[in-house]
């Protein structure tokens, strides 16, 4: 772990020699997503509320899959870019390191810039909820940690499944962008207002609605009972990225057998 | 120290067809062939030995030093380094060797020599008093006191590369692999290149594997080389004898006093003839040099005389010509 900060830190460094377009990419970062709440808000400013849920109890789901996404950008930025590493030949370096791929990958890259993009989405988090009428426990606060850390861990399951993929295909697969954008655009509202396939599949294979849907319903208490199950299955949604890890061995052995 | 017996190793390669119906098609279908980039490959190098393994493009040079260096996994076959399995012990192999590709950096871009080479000291956990005595080490006999605080991407090929062969040696390792270290670079930074490779393998005894297409490399660091072609080892011995048994022929400059007869010597072909110079060349099998510059001297006056060997350049070509790679 130390060895992953010093990664971090002389990619801080690197990043500092462009000062000026990190602070712009950073603003853009924080502009991006704001567009999409706007839209959030001009939507619950018109109908005013979506199958029982209101604006605010929406922006705090909004908020929690923003700043998971953001989170994994940030740190697992290495793997979402990691078909360049392939191309370049540079993976052939990281076999020749003695520590695990999995870290050198991670240390690879860090996207300062999307810092941006935390900062707004705490901002909503902070204003959902103080405008909610929640209250506070604990166990409460301990579940929103839950929610977002689980939903970093679902999320850099994608990008590491992503980068496997290239081990096979060599050029990056925009295909998993549908799993990663597209499950953001999806899970930033609770699940129940789609369609039930759709709520199952982002349940049980990739398991968003393990951390924003099902203790959501927890944090604002609409759930009847089982209060610790729904506390809980945050964690459980953030197993996910364990067969994602494997399935990363595996590539990786791929890779050294073919060479590709 | 290093032994190789009998490695194969193969690649599956997608068939490509030109025409753009042809591609439309290998999106759903593709047709392979296997590359056979290794056949039985068997060698051994010693401790403190500097190997020239030499041979044209896509021979399995690069293949070969993967597989050493643990990279890749072959078909078949062993590898024992430093009684390692180089694809098996992978993490706790690779802190014995160090790698330098020649065209690809292991630097950080953005950020000074010096920060990559603390990078490089927590990625080895190299102690930091060893860290210390070997980093001065570096700086002093590579001359980098100059350039270790500037940013790689503000640094010439030159000396990016010592930076480059000094990152490579932080922790210490019993055996470098260069690949193609002097790609690329001017003159006066491939002698310094050449002198420091030398020094470590003297002085601290890294038995070094170095690929290069620059037989003057070959000539001013290897004593024993090793040819691949097609996958397959065809030469492994001293670099002398290959020059004995290759380089049959040497060449004689020769200026005199105006002189109007043409030379004809027995062993011999003029290459060039003008009244006051001629270039001759001699196929030491049929006749002796001196033999040669005898008979010159009794034809004409000999102002100057030049003898060259035949360069090693010429003696490898000669190599794939005769093996047909």
């Given at each position: 772990m130390s060895l992953y900060f010093k990664y971090l830190k002389i990619l801080f460094k690197s990043q500092m020699q462009y000062r000026a377009s990190f602070l712009l990419l950073m603003t853009g970062q924080f502009f991006i997503p704001f567009s999409v709440f706007a839209g959030l808000y001009f939507l619950f400013e018109r109908f005013g509320q979506i199958r029982?849920?209101?604006f605010f109890e929406v922006a705090l789901c909004f908020a929690v899959i923003h700043m998971a996404f953001a989170i994994s950008e940030c740190f697992a930025r290495g793997f979402d870019m990691f078909s360049g590493m392939v191309v370049r030949g540079e993976f052939d370096r990281v076999l020749v390191r003695p520590r695990s791929t999995f870290i050198q990958v991670l240390g690879s890259?860090?996207?300062?810039?999307?810092?941006?993009?935390?900062?707004?989405?705490a901002v909503v988090l902070a204003w959902a909820?103080?405008?909610?009428?929640?209250?506070?426990?604990?166990?409460?606060?301990l579940t929103l940690i839950l929610m977002i850390t689980s939903g970093v861990l679902i999320f850099t399951g994608i990008f590491i499944?992503?980068?496997?993929?290239?081990?096979?295909?060599?050029?990056g697969l925009e295909v998993a962008n549908i799993f990663t954008d597209g499950g953001r655009e999806m899970a930033q509202y609770p699940l129940n207002i789609y369609q039930k396939w759709v709520a199952r599949f982002f349940t049980y294979v990739i398991p968003f609605g393990t951390v924003n849907y099902l203790p959501l319903m927890y944090l604002l208490g609409k759930n009847n009972g089982n209060d610790l199950l729904y506390m809980l299955i945050?964690?459980?949604g953030s197993l996910f990225i364990l067969p994602c890890v494997l399935f990363w061995q595996l590539g990786v052995r791929h890779y050294r057998s073919t060479g590709s | 120290m290093i032994q190789l017996q009998g490695i194969n190793k193969s690649y599956k390669v997608a068939k490509r067809q030109t025409g753009l119906k042809q591609a439309a098609k290998a999106l759903f279908y593709r047709e392979h062939t296997t590359i056979e980039a290794l056949k039985d490959v068997t060698f051994e190098i010693t401790q403190g030995e500097i190997v020239g393994y030499i041979g044209p493009n896509g021979a399995g040079k690069s293949t070969t030093i993967k597989i050493m260096s643990g990279i890749l996994v072959?078909?078949?076959?062993?590898?024992?380094?430093?009684?390692?399995?180089?694809?098996?012990?992978?993490?706790?192999?690779?802190k014995n060797i160090g790698v330098v590709f020649g065209h690809r950096s292991q630097l950080w871009w953005d950020v000074p020599v010096i920060d990559s080479f603390e990078l490089l000291k927590d990625i080895y956990k190299i102690p930091q008093q060893d860290y210390q005595t070997t980093k001065n080490l570096l700086i002093e006999t590579l001359e980098l006191q100059e350039i270790i605080n500037s940013p790689v991407r503000q640094l010439s090929l030159g000396q990016r590369m010592r930076c480059e062969i000094a990152a490579s040696l932080l922790h210490s390792p019993k055996i470098l692999f260069l690949d193609e270290p002097t790609i690329g670079l001017d003159a006066v930074s491939k002698i310094a290149v050449r002198q420091f490779i030398k020094t470590i393998n003297k002085e601290k005894g890294v038995t070094i594997i170095l690929t290069t297409h620059d037989m003057n490399d070959i000539e001013a660091l290897a004593d024993r080389v090793i040819l691949i072609g097609k996958g397959s080892l065809l030469y492994d011995g001293q670099l002398g004898e290959l020059k004995k048994q290759y380089a049959t022929q040497k060449t004689i400059t020769a200026d005199y006093q105006k002189n109007s007869t043409p030379l004809q010597i027995p062993g011999t072909q003029t290459l060039s003839w003008t009244p006051e110079r001629a270039i001759i060349t001699v196929d030491t099998d049929v006749t002796s040099t001196s033999e040669v510059i005898t008979q010159l001297s009794n034809i004409v006056e000999l102002k100057d005389v030049a003898i060259e060997a035949q360069p090693i350049e010429d003696i490898i070509i000669q190599l794939y010509k005769e093996y047909q790679i």
């Amino acid at each position: 772990m130390s060895l992953y900060f010093k990664y971090l830190k002389i990619l801080f460094k690197s990043q500092m020699q462009y000062r000026a377009s990190f602070l712009l990419l950073m603003t853009g970062q924080f502009f991006i997503p704001f567009s999409v709440f706007a839209g959030l808000y001009f939507l619950f400013e018109r109908f005013g509320q979506i199958r029982g849920w209101d604006f605010f109890e929406v922006a705090l789901c909004f908020a929690v899959i923003h700043m998971a996404f953001a989170i994994s950008e940030c740190f697992a930025r290495g793997f979402d870019m990691f078909s360049g590493m392939v191309v370049r030949g540079e993976f052939d370096r990281v076999l020749v390191r003695p520590r695990s791929t999995f870290i050198q990958v991670l240390g690879s890259k860090f996207e300062f810039t999307r810092f941006g993009r935390l900062l707004q989405s705490a901002v909503v988090l902070a204003w959902a909820l103080g405008s909610l009428p929640l209250q506070w426990s604990p166990a409460k606060i301990l579940t929103l940690i839950l929610m977002i850390t689980s939903g970093v861990l679902i999320f850099t399951g994608i990008f590491i499944l992503q980068a496997t993929m290239c081990f096979w295909t060599v050029q990056g697969l925009e295909v998993a962008n549908i799993f990663t954008d597209g499950g953001r655009e999806m899970a930033q509202y609770p699940l129940n207002i789609y369609q039930k396939w759709v709520a199952r599949f982002f349940t049980y294979v990739i398991p968003f609605g393990t951390v924003n849907y099902l203790p959501l319903m927890y944090l604002l208490g609409k759930n009847n009972g089982n209060d610790l199950l729904y506390m809980l299955i945050p964690a459980l949604g953030s197993l996910f990225i364990l067969p994602c890890v494997l399935f990363w061995q595996l590539g990786v052995r791929h890779y050294r057998s073919t060479g590709s | 120290m290093i032994q190789l017996q009998g490695i194969n190793k193969s690649y599956k390669v997608a068939k490509r067809q030109t025409g753009l119906k042809q591609a439309a098609k290998a999106l759903f279908y593709r047709e392979h062939t296997t590359i056979e980039a290794l056949k039985d490959v068997t060698f051994e190098i010693t401790q403190g030995e500097i190997v020239g393994y030499i041979g044209p493009n896509g021979a399995g040079k690069s293949t070969t030093i993967k597989i050493m260096s643990g990279i890749l996994v072959p078909d078949t076959g062993t590898c024992t380094i430093m009684g390692y399995t180089p694809w098996k012990d992978r993490a706790a192999y690779v802190k014995n060797i160090g790698v330098v590709f020649g065209h690809r950096s292991q630097l950080w871009w953005d950020v000074p020599v010096i920060d990559s080479f603390e990078l490089l000291k927590d990625i080895y956990k190299i102690p930091q008093q060893d860290y210390q005595t070997t980093k001065n080490l570096l700086i002093e006999t590579l001359e980098l006191q100059e350039i270790i605080n500037s940013p790689v991407r503000q640094l010439s090929l030159g000396q990016r590369m010592r930076c480059e062969i000094a990152a490579s040696l932080l922790h210490s390792p019993k055996i470098l692999f260069l690949d193609e270290p002097t790609i690329g670079l001017d003159a006066v930074s491939k002698i310094a290149v050449r002198q420091f490779i030398k020094t470590i393998n003297k002085e601290k005894g890294v038995t070094i594997i170095l690929t290069t297409h620059d037989m003057n490399d070959i000539e001013a660091l290897a004593d024993r080389v090793i040819l691949i072609g097609k996958g397959s080892l065809l030469y492994d011995g001293q670099l002398g004898e290959l020059k004995k048994q290759y380089a049959t022929q040497k060449t004689i400059t020769a200026d005199y006093q105006k002189n109007s007869t043409p030379l004809q010597i027995p062993g011999t072909q003029t290459l060039s003839w003008t009244p006051e110079r001629a270039i001759i060349t001699v196929d030491t099998d049929v006749t002796s040099t001196s033999e040669v510059i005898t008979q010159l001297s009794n034809i004409v006056e000999l102002k100057d005389v030049a003898i060259e060997a035949q360069p090693i350049e010429d003696i490898i070509i000669q190599l794939y010509k005769e093996y047909q790679i």
